[in-house]
């Protein structure tokens, strides 16, 4: 018996049943093969990327701010005013964006490191604040 039944009830990985579905078909020899990667880069990165990378290159030995740079943040903002035509101030920086470093949010209090995490509650309360929306 599975330490957890309901893991019997999830479906297959993706890949796996792709992997699945193609592993009978015989390729076509001498055809040069269709490349199905996902998300692969196939081109050279713009030369600003690789610039700002290497400029940057002393600093990958350190994680992001739990909560994003201000930059980051700001940066945020500003798209959203400009996609959404939202009026200037409507949002704040530090009370309508929400960055996560990572693939969950962590428990709610200091993590030692004077870095206070959010609550799911605290999250889901931050994402339904609601903008004023500019009507032009």
Known sequence: MPLNPQLDTLSDYPFEALRTLLNPVTPVVNDAPILMSLGEPQHQPPALLAETLAAHAHEWNKYP????????????????????????????????????????????????????????????????????????
């Open 65 to 136: 701010p739990m909560a994003g740079t201000p930059e980051l943040r700001q940066a945020i903002v500003d798209w959203l005013g400009r996609r959404y035509r939202l009026l200037p101030g409507s949002l704040d920086l530090d009370r309508h964006v929400l960055t996560l470093a990572g693939p969950r949010l962590q428990r709610r209090g200091d993590d030692g490191r004077g870095r206070r995490h959010l609550s799911r509650r605290d999250a889901r309360e931050r994402l339904h604040a609601r903008p004023r929306r500019n009507p032009a």
